[in-house]
Each structure stands twice: as C-alpha cells, then as structure tokens.
C-alpha cells in the first residue's frame, strides 16, 4: 500500500520537474501584480515614513535632516503619553466587543431561529455604514439636553450627563460605538466559526451528560479559539488607529477633547494641522513598532490558549 | 493629434500628478495667457467669480481667467501640496490664519512695490484688513471682503423678560445683568452664550478689556497679561451665574442652534451667519453692536485677500487681475450677491440692504472699532493649545488664571520657532 503511494507520488513529480521553471516563472508573474502593488503603496511609504522621522520640514516640502530630534520630542512630551494611556485603553476596552460578538453568532446561530437573514442585516448594518453618519447619529443619541439616551434615563429617575463632552465619560462613550460598530463583522466570523465545530462532538457530549453550559466551555469555545485569536488581533490593531469616532464625535471646543486624543488624532493634529510632518512621522513609526509589538506577543500567547482542530 | 487623444493624455498626466495642462495650452495660443483663479464658496459666491472673471477678459482681452474651485475642507490642503509642487493656482482666496505661513514661507508675490508703482489707493479697504495680510512691512494681497461680529438677540425672549433691547450704549455691566434677568435654566433658555470660540466670543473682550493675544511683532503671546485675563473671566463669570449653558451643552448643542431655536437670548456672531439667521423660520431676531469692555469698543475684523501665488508664470497679468479684483467694478459685482461684505469703501450698502429685516449697518459701523483677527507667522502651531486650554477653563477642568498662563508659555515658546 504504501509502496503504491511513493511511486504514484514519485510518478507524478516527473513531469512536474520539467515544468518547474516554467511554473517558476508564471507563479512570480502571477503574484507580481500584489507584490507590487503592495511595495509601492504599503512598503515604500514605510521606508518612507522612517526616513521622514529624522527630518523636519517646512510646510512647502523642504526637509531638514535632524537626526534624533524628533524622537526625543516624542518621549518628552506630556501629551503624547497621554495619548498613548487613551489609546490603550481604548484597545483594552473594544476587545469587550469580543464576548458580546460570540453572543450574538451564537444566537443568530441557534437551530430553528426564525428571520435569521433579517437579524443578520440587522447586526451588520453598523458595519457598512459610512463612519460620519455613525458618528452624527450616536452625537444625537449622546447629548446631554435632548438625547434619547438622557430621556431613557430620566424615565428612571437618573440624570444623565453630556456623555460625550465630559472629559470622564467621553472616551467610553466612543468605546460603545466602536463596539457596536464591529460586532457585526465579528459575528460573521464567528458564525463561520461555529459552524465548523462538528455536530458529532456535541452529540457525544450530550450522551456522556454534558449540560449546554459545559459544552460551550468544553467544545465552543476551545473550538472557536482561533476565530478568536483571529478576531482580537485584529481587534487590537484597529483599537491602537482610533481616530475617524472621535475626530467625527467629539468637534473642536470640547472640554473633552484635550484629554482624550489618541495617538493616531495628535499624529494628525502635528502633522497635517500644525505642520509637523516629521514629526508626524516620528510618532507613526513608534505606533508601528507598538502595534507590531503587541501583535508578536498575541502571537505568541496563543500557543497557550488557540486550540487547532 | 485629434482632440481625444489629447484629453486622454491631460487626463493621464493629472492622474501622474503632473497638472501642467493649463499652463501650456495659455502660451501655446500666441501671447494669450490663461490664469487659474482658486477660491473656496462655490455655493454663495461662484457666480460673482464667474462674473467678475468674464469682465476682466472683456478689458483685457489677452488673458482668459479660469476659476478653479475646491472645498473650504480640501482647500488648505490641496494648496499646500500644489504649492510646494509648484503647481498652485497664479491668484487665490486666502485667510488671516493661514497668511503668515503662506507669506513667510515664500509662498506669496510681495505687492507692495506693485502698489506703489500703479498707485491704487489702500485707503479705500479698512486698515485692519490692509494690516492682516501685511508681512515685516510688505503687503501680500488686497482685501476681497470682510466679516465683523456683532450682538445677536432674540426679541422675543426680551420682550418676555421685559428687558430692554441691547444698543450701542451697552457695556459689560449691563449685559451680564441682563443676561442673567433672561435666563431660565430650568427652561433650558440662558441669557447668552459663552463658548471657547475666539473670532465669535472670547477675542473681542480681550481686546475691550485692553488686552492681546499676540503681540504686534509676533514674538509674544498676551494670555498672562492681566488684561487678557479679564477678557476671558467675562465668559466664565457667565457660566457660573448660569446665565450661559455650560461648555459641555455647547458641545452637544453649537450655540449657533441654540440661538435658531429660541434658547439664547443673546449670542455673539459673525456678519457671515446673517444669512443663516435670516432663513430660520420662527427666529424674531435682530443685532446690536457689542458691548463696549472696560477699556474701548472692540470687534475682531477678519476678511480674505486675493493673493498671488510666488512662483506664477505669469506675474504681470496675475497683478492685472487682483488689482481688477480690487476694484470697485468687481467689489460691486460681490455686493450685488449678498453673501459678504466686500472690503471696497462705500459699497457695504448693498449688503446690509440685502436682508432689511436685520440692522446690518452695525457690522459696517463697527469697522471703526475693529482689531485685526490674531495671527502671526505660524497660527496653527499654537491655535489648537489655545483652544483646548480656554475650553478646559471655559469647562472649569482648571483654573483660568493658572490655565492662561500655561498656555502662554506653551504659545511663547511655539512663537519662538517662528
């Protein structure tokens, strides 16, 4: 048996040898569109970057070279550490989004549910929505005076507050609606998720007695840990950019607005407002390097927690 | 080669980023020169530019002028970049607080050798104006229109409150104590509204109080100056006495829509939202000059200027075409639209009698009165500290003694590196 398999294999590799510069130089021709593509607009621009950190510029593109400079900038500054805690906490905080996503496929992903396709557009709608409009919808839902979240409340008996203008509040408001923002597209990867679980494994768990909590936490979720893996990476890098929610919510003479800047909204106040485009980019090569950072670590955690089937 | 195939090649050569089209086509055609023209209103003033472009070909028949527009959002942006690739517009719109990059930087044609030279007269544009786009003695560009601020009211919340409508006599004193007899909280109505905004509010009681933002030569900030402190103090006593909503309100709800709806009684406004307040219906409102502080009347004047771009291939006729536009032919074909007031002496009349059912007349009086917009060299290094201080103080997240001082020397040392 296994005899029959190497010289069928070894059969097949023949021919295949001669065609191998052929095949050589038509994968390359194939992907060289991507590759590319992918160096001019995404590498380059990198290189780029870390060049322009060491130089200062005036706003009509002479640059100067100054070596360190920026960068000691960087490390003296009060606001930028204040922006790098507020767009920590913003990543920490829109992972929660996690949990509540899991939820939400394995609801929509309950046998017998009936408009699953309706809920299904429901959940996805913030997904595809236009930033702006989110934004201006949610600043709607957030005012202090007229909001529908203060009148919710008042029905209580709780006096809400300018949720978005306070310095306190405001990041967490934001926090809500990127969450609500990305639940759907998590769903649907978690969705995809579940229905690669085999149904087999939960039948055999209810034959040995497992009750269903047991067999999310025994089956699910060790099942779903690489959609989950997937999804906090992903998670944690789009926390770490945070910019359009609270550029788009929170408008200029908001006593919230100093204190809550992240990273990626100074990074656009020095560069494109002020001018600072070195030192613009100064701050744009350490957010890579953080973002990069926490992405090797993630990856290397998940040896102690993703499960592969 | 046929008409397409050109098109096609134009076409490909902007999307290369090379925009040299125009210019070449103005030169090819036997001593006629086409000029670009950039500006940012398409809605209330394109047709003025259109018009005022036409009449200038008629007198000079040698250069044609294509008006290029760009949204007031991408306007900045895209200058700068065509700018420091040497392909902006040969005569643009520009504003007070992008000026001083613009002029210091190298950006900018001096004109005030061209001035002298064809000797138009200055005098006929208020001082302030001529001032705010003058640059180490050298002039940049003719005023185009300007924009003061005045006191809006509502007369429907004053005859409620039986209080008297605001005139020209009025001083500090009697607005914060009317503006507290306005004030209903429980409503949701107040007297005025305080916001940490600087043309609109907290810049012309700096100056009333006497005090400054940035000194005349630009190397100074005048946020610890005792005067300017006072300035300052007027808004944030108004919050405490409730008689303005709180920062945080004014976030969620802009003062400008509080005032639409009834819930200000007074808010203090450019010449430019006129015509907004003139289309809210159910809004019984009216203006006053503002207040006068401790010190003297004052009014923050801002307007634009036609400016030339330093590296134009045409020089000589892009003068011809701002002096054009700072005639009093073309400051009329502005006036006749309504949407601003043009800077040319004499013909802010037509404006103010655009909308009869507003006084009008005293953002043209106040001309007298009007202090320059602050700005100096580089006013975006230092105007996003400035605004996230006095709206922290505003908010009352910190003292605003403590704060102003923070914030001059935050803007001191940014003045510094002019």
């Known amino acids: 048996m296994e005899g029959a398999v190497a010289r069928a294999a070894a059969a097949r590799a023949e021919p295949r040898r001669r065609l191998r510069d052929q095949e050589w130089f038509w994968g390359y021709a194939m992907i060289a569109p991507l590759v590319l593509g992918l160096g001019v607009f995404y590498l380059w621009p990198v290189v780029q970057s870390v060049y322009y950190s060491f130089t200062e510029w005036t706003l009509f593109g002479d640059s100067t070279w100054v070596g360190l400079a920026n960068y000691r900038e960087l490390f003296t500054g009060p606001e930028n550490a204040k922006a790098l805690k507020n767009t920590f906490v913003y990543a920490v905080w829109s992972l929660a989004g996690i949990p509540l996503s899991i939820l939400v496929a394995a609801l929509l992903n309950a046998r017998g549910l009936r408009l699953v396709s309706f809920y299904r557009t429901i959940y996805f709608l913030p997904v595809v929505t236009m930033p702006a409009a989110v934004a201006l919808i949610w600043r709607w839902l957030y005012n202090g005076d007229y909001g529908l979240i203060n009148y919710l409340l008042s029905l209580v008996g709780v006096q809400g507050k300018s949720w978005i203008a306070e310095p306190s509040t405001a990041l967490y408001a934001v926090v809500v609606v990127g969450i609500w923002m990305s639940v759907g597209y998590n769903a649907v990867i978690f969705m995809a998720g579940l229905q690669g679980i085999p149904r087999h494994l939960y039948e055999a768990a209810s034959i040995d007695g497992a009750g269903p909590v047991r067999q999310f936490f025994r089956i699910t979720l060790p099942l779903l840990s690489p959609s989950i893996f997937f999804v906090s990476v992903l998670t944690v890098i789009g926390g770490l950019q945070m910019f359009d929610l609270i550029y788009l919510m929170f408008g200029k003479a908001n006593p919230a607005y100093a204190d809550n800047k992240t990273v990626v909204l100074l990074f656009f106040n020095k560069a494109f407002e002020e001018g600072a485009k070195g030192y613009g980019a100064a701050m744009a090569v350490v957010l890579m390097l953080i973002t990069l950072v926490l992405t090797v670590v993630q990856f290397r955690m998940q040896k102690k927690w993703v499960h592969y089937a | ?418």
């Not at chain 2, 392909?87 to 004109?111: C, E, H, K, T």
């Not at chain 2, 020209?168 to 503006?179: F, G, K, M, S, V």
């Open chain 2, 1 to 418: 080669m046929s008409r397409k195939v050109w098109a096609l090649l134009c076409a490909g050569a902007i999307v290369a980023g090379a925009a040299a089209c125009s210019s070449s086509e103005g030169e090819s055609a036997g001593g006629k020169v086409t000029l670009t023209y950039g500006y940012w209103d398409e809605k209330n003033q394109g047709q003025a530019m259109d018009k005022i472009a036409k009449e200038f070909t008629k007198t000079h028949p040698n250069i044609e002028v294509k008006i290029q527009f760009t949204p007031l959002k991408e306007y900045f942006t895209k200058l700068q970049t065509s700018a420091a690739g040497g392909s902006a517009p040969d005569v643009f719109w520009m504003n007070g607080p992008r000026f001083g990059v613009y002029a210091s930087q190298g950006a900018l044609l001096p004109i005030s050798d061209k001035i002298a030279a064809d000797k138009v007269d200055t005098a006929k544009f208020p001082k302030s104006l001529n001032d705010l786009y003058t640059l180490d003695g050298k002039q940049y560009g003719l005023p185009k229109d300007y924009d003061t601020v005045g006191l809006w009211y509502n007369k429907d919340l004053f005859d409620k409150a039986g209080v008297k409508y605001p005139d020209a006599t009025w001083t500090w004193d009697d607005l914060r104590e009317n503006a507290k007899k306005l004030s209903d909280p429980a409503k949701g109505v107040y007297g005025i509204g305080a916001a940490p905004w600087g043309q609109e509010v907290f810049y012309n009681t700096i100056f009333q109080a006497g005090g400054y933002v940035v000194s005349p030569d630009g190397k100074k900030s005048g946020y610890d100056d005792p005067a300017t402190i006072e300035g300052l103090k007027l808004w944030s006593d108004l919050i405490e006495e409730k008689s303005s909503p709180t920062v945080q309100q004014m976030t969620d709800t802009s003062p400008v829509e509080l005032f639409q709806n009834g819930k200000l009684a007074m808010w203090t406004d450019g010449s430019y939202d006129a015509t907004t307040y003139s289309g809210t219906e159910g809004l019984n409102a009216d203006v006053a000059p503002l207040p006068a502080g401790p010190k003297r009347k004052a009014t923050v004047i801002h307007g634009l200027a036609n400016v030339i771009y330093a590296k134009t291939e045409h020089p000589a006729e892009a003068w011809e075409f701002v002096k054009f536009l700072a005639s009093e032919q073309a400051n009329r074909i502005q006036a006749e639209t309504g949407a601003v007031i043009p800077a040319y002496e004499g013909l802010a009349d037509t404006w103010v009698k655009s909308m009869p059912k507003f006084n009008l007349q005293v953002f043209v009086d106040q001309v007298d009165d009007s202090v320059p917009y602050p700005i100096s060299k580089n006013t975006a290094a230092w105007s996003t500290a400035e605004l996230d201080a006095i709206t922290k103080a505003f908010s009352g997240g910190q003292d605003l003694e403590a704060g102003a001082k923070e914030l001059a020397t935050a803007m001191n040392a940014a003045l510094a590196k002019e």
